[in-house]
Each structure stands twice: as C-alpha cells, then as structure tokens.
C-alpha cells in the first residue's frame, strides 16, 4: 500500500510486480465530471477498459458538489475548477485514484489556460490525504500524450506493449468519435429553423449546472442549438487568425474557430463565460467588437445564478431574433 | 510600472523616439479604464488602458505593450480593438515572447526603421543597467525606511536618486549615481528596535512592482516599523527570463516543500517557494498580493492556505479591484501588524491553526 502511495509522490515508473497484494483486488480509477472530462472521457474511458481496470466517473454536477467545491476552493477561483474540487472529493472514498491530467501546450507557441497548468496541485492542497493520478501534456518540454498517458498505464499493467496497445486503440475510438461530434453538428446547421450558436468552453456547455439547463431551454423554446465545437484544430487555428492573432490559449482558439466557420450560418450568438474566467474575459470583449451584424448576448454564469433571471434574458433573446426574421420577410429582402 | 518608466524612457531615446510618458496615475486613470475595460477583466488591465487613453489625449502615437505568462499576453490585441472603437489613431508595439534583444529587434524596427541591432543592444543594455540601480537603492529604502528616526528623511534621498538617474545617459554616471545614494541612504540615522519585524511580499507582478496599484503598501508596512523585502523586481525577471529561465524554475519547486509539483503559470509558482524559503529564513509573515481574479495567483493560494495552516505561519491574503479601499487596507495591515507582534511576544500562544489542527486530528482519530 504504501510502495503505491510514495509512487505517486514521486514520478518514477513503478513495475507493477511491486504492487503485491492489489492483484486480487483491482484498482478503480476516478474520473471526475468536470474540466477536461468533456474533452477527453472517451480516451480515458476506453484506454482503462483495454487494460481492464475499473473506472468510475462522478455524478452529473448538482448542489451538493458545487457546495463542496466551493468550500474546498479559494474564493476567487471560477465556478468550473470549483466543481472539480467538489468532483474530486465526490469520488474520494470511492476510487483509489483520480484522474487528473495536467495540460500546458498541445502545440508549440500556444498553451492551455493555467488552470490547467495548476489544477494537479490545487486539488492536492485544497484535498490533503487524496490520491492522484497525473499525466502532463507539454509539448513545449516534450512531454507528449502517449508516453504519459502510458506512464499512468505502467501502474496498472506491467506489460509495456500492452499498454502501448491499449493507448492506440483508445485513441483511434477517440479520434472516431470526434468525427461522429463533427457530423452531428454539420446536421445540427443544416436542419431548418432558428439556429443559435452558443460559444462556451465543453466544460462549460455540457456541465449539468452550468450549461445544460441553458442549452435545455432553448431547445424547448424551439431553438436549434449549435454548440461550439469544432474538431478540425489545424483549421479552427486558421480561422481563429481571422477574429485574433496573438490569442494564446489552444481551446479559446477552437472556440473562436467555431465561432468564425458557423457565425453566418445562424440567427443569434450566445456567449456563455463562468466568472470570473480570464481568457474568456478577454476573448469575449474581443468578439463582441468584431462580431458586428448577428445577433449577440453574454451570459455571464456564477455559483449564484437564478434561473428564473436567466430564462428571461433568453426569452427576450429569442423574441429579438424572431422578431428581426419577420421584419427581414416583411421586407422581402431575405439576404 | 512604478519608476521603471525612467529606463524605458532611456531606451526609447536611444533608439530616437519622442517619447510622451503618461501622466502620473491618479483616481481618474483607473475610472477611465474600468469604464472601457471588459467586467472582470484583472486590474492591471484596466489602469493599463486608462495610461493609454491619457497618453494618447497627450499626443502619443505609438503604444507599448509587453506580455506575459497569463491573460497579460493577450492584452495588447485587446486592448488596441477597444482603443480603435473609442476613435483613437495609433500603432501599436506588442512586445511577447523572451528578454533577449534579438527576439524584439523587429518590434522596435517599426517604430525606427533606421535603427541597428548594435545600437538596439546597446540601449538594451545601458536600461538595464539603469534597472539594476534603481532596484538596488529601492530595495535598500524598503528594508530601511521604516526605521528612520527624521521623518521622510529616505523618500527625500529616493527622490533626488530618481531625479539624477533620470538624466543619466551612460553606464559609468549610472554606476556613480548608484554608489552615492546608496552611500548616502547608509548614513541617514536609523533607529532598529530589537523586535522588529520582517515581511516578505510574494504575488503577481504587477500589483507588486506599482505601488499606486496596490494603495502604496510597502510604504504603509514602513510606517507600522517593518522591514520589508520583495523578490519580483524587473532585474530580477530579466535574471530569471532568459534560457537559465526553466532551471530556476526546477529550482523554485526544489525548494517549495513539495507545495508545489509543477509549475502554476506566472508568478505562481514563486510565490509559494518563496513564502516556503522566507518561513525557513524565518521571517515574520508573508503579504500575498494580486488582483481580483489572477488565475495564477489563485493556483497558488491552494497550496499558501495548506503551508500557513500546516506550519502556522501567517499570511495575509490581499486582492485588488478597482473598488479596493485605502482605509479597508490600512486597517488590515494593522491588525495583521499587531498580531505577528503578539505572536514574538508569547511565542507559545496557541493559534487558531493549531485549535484547527487539534481538531483534526481528533476527527481524523474517531474516522479510523
């Protein structure tokens, strides 16, 4: 037990055949609803299953993992790395570990939002006693997904290849599944109707607390939902250059490539931001002024929100866009 | 950023650009920046643009901008977008990416495109140079000023030294002017009480390094008689930034008491090691400074919080937005002030920590 623990202090690869007395017993991994959970669960999930260890993922988010978070978490933090906080301690008595990977730059010159850069030690200071698992992307110092990912199988499975093996596949049912996302969204805009597109982060859009009950609203409303995904990166990095040049934040440029490629392609954009979140505070100020002709709300959410308050501004939202439409008929002019 | 103007003025007349410094900062510089700037945007974006909004009202034409490890790195666009909206005409020089000279030749060839790069690296040296004194004899002020018998007696020298360093043009009159005030510094008459106490202050830059940003604390800490000591200077960053800029950063997590595995963007990560090497020093206590919001600086509050509650070592917390109030400050310090005195005076006293610790332990006792 506690060879187990003084390896995940340290970052040296451990041979599994020291883990003695844990084969009968399988280990389970936590992985938390939250972050870059919306990301990257299908990569996670299916790497663990080829090696046949247990995961378990958190609840969706609801009022008692915000409560914790926001307890755990220094005030000022935003609302997301509190629901971490509040996830992680969720599977605390549950999992032998949880899974949190630490990412800086996916490509040279660019790099992750810092939360990313620190959430490992935020979760290990604000949780003390909790058992982590980490894995660090960061090109830029040549720590690339596979061999890290791998380090973290190493612990599990003592067969190198293996491991190796269970990484590919994972990644070509990641990389398949990415597609799928793609198809369904070129769907999604060419249905007909009122489309909105909303720009909000994954970890934000399909957050049960954050950004669900928004997307939930507008489609009962009879709103088409556009999500801000976009999966081409090399391309969502072309068009990002359009709206910003020297934006350095990997996923804000995905955001901003969405943002360009379907923006004529609806009726309204939502800007959905957590407070109080640097990049976005920064990137949606930016959009705003360069977005002019469709239009454009943000909606600032924070561990407060009414919902009732929020179902307003959308309504009159909606109304807005409705009522430019028929204006635009009335006229006759539909260009 | 505080009197760093004076070498950046240096380096721009070197390199023949007319330069129009904004006016000192005041109330007003924040109002028309907050009024312009994005909600929740941090401070020092905000006084950032309210300096260029006056400068520009001055007669300026080409804007500075550098850039950082965080959302710093991304003012620059942001800001010149909103400057644009508000009807301002003007270039921009976006100063990102290292220290080195050659790295920013291309930037200073738009502002003067007769410019070499000898003469770029020369200017390049003789300001900083020009740094180094000027962090040398404000570092000696803070560690000093609060013990002077006469009163005002070190702001009175600090000001003669800015106004001399201002006009000096090369290395030997900067290299003189160093040693005479700091000569001079020495010898005005100081009275150390033999418990005094010693503050370090740790945070992000540049609430750190513009005393009118954070409400002039080092000179409040002065008036309650502390010594005060700070790390983040520009000659420091310049020291740290360049290709030795990865090692210091092992080394700073080297020597964090495994608070921190990795590096948390920014200043982050130094100020924890340095909170964790200033309680092994053993100073007093540790000021944590930032704005509202620093992403960075939060990240680090998650381990300051552990280590302070671990080893009962007090830090005090301060963020600043634009609605930070001077007497809210005043008070904070003082009550902090009093109590690190209580604590040298019965040095046994339990804490409040160690009520907690006591309590925890307990729990930790019934869970097993």
């Known amino acids: 037990m506690w060879a187990w623990v003084n390896y995940l202090h340290g970052r040296t690869v451990m041979p599994a055949a020291e883990q003695g007395g844990n084969e009968d017993m399988p280990a389970t991994v936590g992985l938390p609803r939250s972050l870059l959970f919306h990301k990257y669960h299908v990569l996670w999930e299916s790497f663990f299953r080829e090696l046949g260890v247990q995961t378990i993922t958190s609840p969706p988010s609801n009022r008692a993992i915000l409560a914790r978070g926001i307890e755990l978490a220094v005030d000022e933090t935003c609302v997301p790395v509190k629901l971490l906080l509040g996830h992680v301690d969720a599977l605390r008595d549950k999992a032998d570990y949880v899974l949190i990977p630490r990412i800086v730059t996916l490509a040279r010159g660019e790099t992750a939002c810092v939360k990313f850069l620190g959430s490992y030690d935020v979760a290990r200071n604000a949780i003390p006693g909790i058992r982590l698992l980490e894995y660090s992307v960061d090109v830029e110092k040549g720590l690339y997904e596979r061999p890290e990912l791998c380090r973290v199988g190493a612990t599990f499975e003592r067969n190198r290849r293996k491991v190796r093996r269970a990484y590919d596949e994972a990644s070509r049912i990641h990389a398949r599944h990415m597609r799928d996302l793609s198809e369904r969204q070129e769907t999604a805009l060419a249905r007909p109707g009122i489309k909105v597109l ?30 801000s995904e976009f999966h081409d990166t090399a391309k969502a990095r072309k068009l990002a250059r359009r709206i910003s040049q ?62 009732a308050g929020l179902q307003t501004r959308l309504e ?16 006759g002019d539909a260009s | 950023m505080g009197n760093y103007s004076i070498p950046v003025k240096l380096l721009a007349e070197e390199l023949e650009c007319e330069i129009v410094s904004p006016p000192k900062m005041t109330k007003r510089t924040l109002e028309l920046g907050a009024r312009h700037s994005p909600e929740f945007v941090c401070i020092p974006f905000k006084y950032n643009l309210g300096n260029y909004i006056e400068a520009l009202d001055k007669g300026a034409n080409v804007l500075l901008q550098a850039g950082g490890g965080c959302r710093f790195g ?22 990102l990416g290292g220290w080195k000279v050659r790295d920013h030749i291309a930037d200073f060839k738009l502002v003067n495109p007769r410019l070499t790069l000898l003469r770029a690296f020369n200017a390049y040296r003789l300001a900083l140079r020009q740094t180094q004194a000027l962090d040398a004899v404000e570092d000696y002020v803070r560690r000093n000023a609060g013990f002077e018998v006469e009163e005002g007696a070190f702001e ?25 005030y700091l000569a001079e510094l020495a010898a005005i008459p100081t009275e150390r009480p033999d418990d005094l106490l010693r503050i370090g202050i740790v945070g992000e830059l540049y609430v750190l390094m513009e ?31 360049g290709a030795k800029g990865s090692a210091h950063l092992d080394d700073l997590i080297k020597n964090s008491g495994d608070y921190v595995r990795y590096h948390l963007g920014a200043d982050g990560t130094e100020s924890v090691s340095m909170t964790y090497q200033l309680m092994q020093k053993g100073f007093d206590g540790v000021l944590h400074l930032k704005p509202f919001g620093c992403m960075p600086e939060v990240n680090a509050m998650a381990a300051l919080q552990r280590l302070s509650r671990e080893h009962t070592f007090p830090v005090l917390f301060i963020s ?13 310090l003082d009550a902090f002030c009093d109590m690190l005195r209580m604590r040298k005076q019965r040095p046994n006293a339990i804490s409040v920590a160690d009520v907690d610790r006591v309590r925890l332990a307990e729990a930790d006792r019934r869970a097993v």
Request: contains cysteine; proline residues 3%.
């Open chain 2, 74 to 95: 991304y003012y620059g666009e942001v800001q010149e977008a909103i400057l644009r909206d508000l009807g301002y005409d003007f270039g921009m020089v976006r100063l």
């Open chain 2, 211 to 241: 005393p009118f940003s954070n409400l002039f604390v080092e000179k409040e800490l002065a008036k309650r008689g502390v010594e005060v000591h700070r790390f983040v200077t520009v000659s420091n960053m310049v020291k740290h930034g």
């Open chain 1, 246 to 307: 020297d934006i350095p934040w990997t996923f804000n440029k995905e955001l901003l490539g969405a943002l360009e490629s379907y923006r004529h392609r609806v009726d309204g954009i939502i800007f959905l931001v957590t407070f109080p979140c640097g990049p976005d505070s920064l990137m949606t100020e930016l959009c705003m002024r360069s977005v002019k002709g469709t239009p454009s709300i943000m909606l600032v959410l924070d561990e407060l929100q009414s919902e």
């Open chain 1, 316 to 331: 009159s939202f909606i109304d807005l866009i409705v009522a430019g439409k028929q204006r635009m008929l009335m006229s």
């Open chain 2, 320 to 332: 600043y937005d634009a609605q930070t109030s001077e007497t809210g400050l005043r008070t904070r």
């Open chain 1, 198 to 227: 909303v720009v909000g982060h994954a970890y934000n859009l399909y957050d049960e607390m954050l950004g669900k009950p928004i997307v939930d609203f507008l489609g009962k409303n009879g709103v088409e939902v556009v999500c």
């Open chain 2, 156 to 180: 009175e020298v600090h000001e003669a030294f800015l106004g001399e360093l201002d006009t000096a043009r090369d290395r030997r009159t900067i290299q003189e002017i160093e040693k005479r």
